[in-house]
């Protein structure tokens, strides 16, 4: 079966989950709150890994960026470290999964060593789906968790836009990875290197005769 098209529906998938979690990435809208007291002083507040941002009634958004990393929450940070993780290996296995695919006549003639290229730019994806997949969750329930907690005074937010990005792109990798690696197939079991496969013939009938002749006679002078 020819597995060409397997790799470049996945690696079409891979690289619509990747871009899917770089919008995620650099998006202030990972959480959102809105007070309306009236249509036209109505405002939104909306803050991501990056900046939070302010918008109003009248169509102006003033944004505003962390002015230090330490100041902010540690799940925040985390969140940020597993985003870049995830994109510096989406990166990684684009290249290797370029040079796996058996259409592309780059790097090594041998399918089965392509096909081992493009089984290891899949489990990067998979991998990098999965960094992405355990920030957006884990920065989705906390929002959850503080917008329920009757004890939480500060502002209660609800989950952004950024945030079902980010799982949508994280299953596309992941799904992409998974066909990857299903299009690798193991290599076939061959004869030593060497080695020499002998067909010996049949005896021929007159020799087979006289040989049950010998046997027989042997056995009557045995017996007498």
């Given at each position: 079966?020819?597995?060409?098209?397997?790799?470049?529906c996945a690696?079409?998938l891979?690289?619509?989950?990747?871009?899917s979690?770089?919008?995620?990435t650099?998006s202030?809208k990972?959480?959102?709150?809105?007070?309306?007291?009236?249509?036209?002083?109505?405002?939104?507040?909306?803050?991501?890994?990056?900046?939070?941002?302010?918008?109003?009634?009248?169509?102006?958004?003033?944004?505003?960026?962390f002015?230090?990393?330490?100041?902010?929450s540690?799940?925040?940070?985390?969140?940020?470290?597993?985003?870049?993780?995830s994109?510096?290996?989406?990166?990684?296995?684009?290249?290797?999964?370029?040079?796996g695919?058996k259409?592309?006549k780059?790097?090594?003639?041998?399918?089965?060593?392509?096909?081992?290229?493009a089984?290891?730019?899949?489990?990067i994806?998979?991998?990098?789906?999965l960094?992405?997949?355990?920030a957006?969750?884990?920065y989705?329930?906390?929002?959850?968790a503080?917008?329920?907690?009757?004890?939480?005074?500060?502002?209660?937010y609800?989950?952004?836009?950024?945030?079902?990005i980010?799982?949508?792109?994280?299953?596309?990798?992941?799904?992409g990875?998974?066909?990857?690696?299903?299009?690798?197939?193991?290599?076939?079991?061959?004869?030593?290197?060497?080695?020499?496969?002998?067909?010996?013939?049949?005896p021929?009938?007159?020799?087979?005769?006289?040989?049950?002749?010998?046997?027989?006679?042997?056995a009557?002078?045995?017996?007498?």
């Amino acid at each position: 079966m020819n597995t060409t098209p397997l790799q470049i529906c996945a690696l079409v998938l891979a690289l619509a989950g990747m871009t899917s979690i770089l919008v995620s990435t650099v998006s202030s809208k990972w959480k959102t709150s809105s007070s309306a007291s009236s249509i036209i002083t109505s405002t939104s507040t909306f803050e991501g890994l990056w900046m939070n941002c302010i918008a109003t009634a009248s169509g102006s958004v003033q944004c505003k960026k962390f002015s230090s990393m330490f100041s902010l929450s540690t799940f925040v940070q985390a969140c940020r470290a597993l985003m870049i993780i995830s994109i510096i290996l989406g990166l990684i296995a684009c290249i290797l999964s370029l040079f796996g695919l058996k259409c592309i006549k780059v790097g090594s003639s041998d399918e089965y060593a392509k096909g081992k290229i493009a089984l290891g730019g899949g489990l990067i994806f998979i991998t990098a789906g999965l960094c992405c997949l355990v920030a957006v969750s884990w920065y989705a329930a906390r929002v959850t968790a503080q917008f329920f907690d009757p004890l939480y005074l500060g502002t209660k937010y609800e989950m952004g836009s950024a945030l079902y990005i980010g799982w949508a792109g994280s299953f596309l990798a992941v799904l992409g990875g998974s066909f990857l690696c299903c299009s690798f197939k193991k290599k076939p079991k061959s004869t030593k290197k060497g080695g020499y496969k002998y067909n010996y013939p049949a005896p021929d009938n007159d020799f087979t005769q006289f040989k049950e002749r010998k046997d027989t006679s042997v056995a009557s002078k045995a017996y007498v």
